[in-house]
């Protein structure tokens, strides 16, 4: 395994690009499966999650040609003779669930494990499988695989009972292909989910209502291919824009979507970090420590959950007192543990984290227990005085493209090393 040794105190300064969106490349990467012709996606991240989409999609029959240079992926799957995503794959990679939709629509079949990924909750995908069989899928349970099959499968009006980003992706995927139309409601509005939404368009589908609550697709025969630039990453772009203040420094994002992260952005101004934002740019400068405040996680356009581990970091330093809501997943305070070895004061009680702002934090060792908790504690340990180690740092990986060197170049003292486990 690989460790991070984080030498902390040292204001960030400089300028940094926001990569490709690690959750829109993926159910982009799965669309592919929808049509025989080759499909290109450009600004492609080099992430372990696409690694293992890619590694799925040979799987199951699909050409995969990955530029990881030029940041270019072409996939075409002319022929899917094993309709089967195997649990040595998929148990990495929650997103791995996103080829049922696309399988069972083109091969009338699929067999796929059910899904692993962080360590943040249950995350079940029931509301998936309750919407594929609305769309006339027959839904079996055999040793820890999902195993759907159809004769056609057939468009009808789908409520989702809790938004599910995942959920509406993949049933979009399925009812493109379906026969009629299909109405879901409740949908997430994610911009993943938009930009999804914009291909499936270009690839032939009637689509309409992408950032409601309500998608109307009509499905059609068959699909054509697609080229595609991926929208930049909100949640890197949010974490990059966090490391600038936590440490007190000053940097310019780049290539971001500000509409994107407007929910972060307000609570950064409220904290009272100076930002100037402009169309594809966040200029971010720390003159203080922040202000404490509340926050909130909640579906798009609200607070993101995915930012909430970065946020509470910013927040054991803050003056005041902040309370912390996590309303999306359960077990996803697993970082406040770690963040308390170094001298944060959070107390946590169910779905809420109280967090009283400390001066400073001291460096220490320390365990990465999912993708965005990992972010936390490189966030915090680049403020902390003193040396920290981050184990387990494959999480970060999974979502962060070149984090450690991003940051090396904005003047962090970052270092990635080999460690042996037992």
Not at 1 to 16: D, N, R, T, W, Y
Not at 322 to 336: D, G, K
């Given at each position: 395994?690989?460790?991070?040794?984080?030498?902390?105190?040292?204001?960030?300064?400089?300028?940094?690009r926001v990569g490709g969106a690690k959750n829109s490349v993926l159910p982009l990467m799965a669309a592919a499966l929808l049509t025989?012709?080759?499909?290109?996606?450009?600004?492609?991240?080099?992430?372990?999650?696409?690694?293992?989409?890619?590694?799925?999609?040979?799987?199951?029959?699909?050409?995969?040609?990955?530029?990881?240079?030029?940041?270019?992926?072409?996939?075409?799957?002319?022929?899917?003779?094993?309709?089967?995503?195997?649990?040595?794959?998929?148990?990495?990679?929650?997103?791995?669930?996103?080829?049922?939709?696309?399988?069972?629509?083109?091969?009338?079949?699929?067999?796929?494990?059910?899904?692993?990924?962080?360590?943040?909750?249950?995350?079940?995908?029931?509301?998936?499988?309750?919407?594929?069989?609305?769309?006339?899928?027959?839904?079996?349970?055999?040793?820890?695989?999902?195993?759907?099959?159809?004769?056609?499968?057939?468009?009808?009006?789908?409520?989702?009972?809790?938004?599910?980003?995942?959920?509406?992706?993949?049933?979009?995927?399925?009812?493109?292909?379906a026969r009629g139309e299909t109405v879901l409601e409740n949908c997430a509005k994610e911009p993943e989910v938009q930009e999804l939404?914009?291909?499936?368009?270009?690839?032939?589908?009637?689509?309409?209502?992408?950032?409601?609550?309500?998608?109307?697709?009509?499905?059609?025969?068959?699909?054509?291919?697609?080229?595609?630039?991926?929208?930049?990453?909100?949640?890197?772009?949010?974490?990059?824009?966090?490391?600038?203040?936590?440490?007190?420094?000053?940097?310019?994002?780049?290539?971001?979507?500000?509409?994107?992260?407007?929910?972060?952005?307000?609570?950064?101004?409220?904290?009272?970090?100076?930002?100037?934002?402009?169309?594809?740019?966040?200029?971010?400068?720390?003159?203080?420590?922040?202000?404490?405040?509340?926050?909130?996680?909640?579906?798009?356009?609200?607070f993101p959950t995915d930012v909430q581990a970065q946020f509470m970091a910013l927040m054991t330093l803050a003056r005041g007192t902040?309370?912390?809501?996590?309303?999306?997943?359960?077990?996803?305070?697993?970082?406040?543990?770690?963040?308390?070895?170094?001298?944060?004061?959070?107390?946590?009680?169910?779905?809420?984290?109280?967090?009283?702002?400390?001066?400073?934090?001291?460096?220490?060792?320390?365990?990465?227990?999912?993708?965005?908790?990992?972010?936390?504690?490189?966030?915090?340990?680049?403020?902390?005085?003193?040396?920290?180690?981050?184990?387990?740092?494959?999480?970060?990986?999974?979502?962060?493209?070149?984090?450690?060197?991003?940051?090396?170049?904005?003047?962090?003292?970052?270092?990635?090393?080999?460690?042996?486990?037992?």
């Open positions: 395994m690989e460790a991070l040794i984080i030498q902390g105190g040292v204001p960030l300064h400089g300028k940094v025989t012709e080759p499909c290109t996606l450009e600004n492609v991240p080099h992430l372990r999650d696409v690694n293992t989409m890619v590694k799925l999609l040979m799987a199951l029959g699909a050409r995969v040609e990955w530029d990881r240079e030029k940041g270019t992926i072409t996939i075409q799957a002319q022929e899917i003779p094993h309709p089967e995503a195997p649990y040595d794959l998929v148990k990495t990679m929650r997103a791995s669930v996103l080829v049922l939709g696309p399988l069972v629509a083109r091969c009338q079949r699929a067999k796929v494990s059910l899904p692993g990924g962080c360590a943040i909750g249950v995350r079940p995908i029931d509301l998936h499988l309750k919407a594929m069989e609305k769309l006339g899928a027959r839904i079996d349970l055999e040793e820890g695989y999902v195993v759907a099959t159809c004769r056609q499968l057939l468009g009808t009006t789908i409520y989702f009972d809790k938004v599910t980003v995942t959920g509406t992706e993949n049933i979009m995927m399925a009812a493109a292909l939404a914009r291909v499936l368009r270009n690839m032939g589908v009637r689509i309409e209502g992408e950032g409601t609550d309500t998608i109307c697709i009509q499905g059609t025969p068959s699909l054509r291919g697609y080229h595609h630039t991926v929208m930049p990453d909100r949640i890197e772009a949010a974490t990059l824009v966090i490391a600038g203040a936590i440490t007190g420094g000053e940097i310019n994002v780049t290539h971001v979507v500000p509409r994107h992260l407007e929910a972060v952005t307000r609570k950064l101004q409220e904290a009272e970090m100076d930002l100037a934002i402009g169309p594809d740019t966040i200029h971010v400068k720390a003159p203080q420590r922040p202000r404490a405040v509340d926050i909130n996680t909640l579906p798009y356009p609200g902040s309370v912390i809501t996590e309303n999306i997943f359960e077990n996803r305070f697993l970082h406040a543990a770690e963040l308390k070895r170094m001298g944060a004061d959070i107390k946590v009680n169910g779905n809420r984290a109280v967090v009283k702002g400390v001066e400073s934090l001291k460096g220490a060792p320390l365990m990465a227990t999912d993708l965005r908790a990992s972010a936390s504690l490189v966030l915090a340990a680049l403020a902390a005085r003193g040396e920290s180690r981050v184990s387990r740092i494959y999480h970060l990986d999974r979502g962060y493209e070149r984090l450690d060197e991003k940051l090396r170049a904005l003047g962090a003292r970052i270092e990635r090393t080999k460690e042996e486990w037992p």
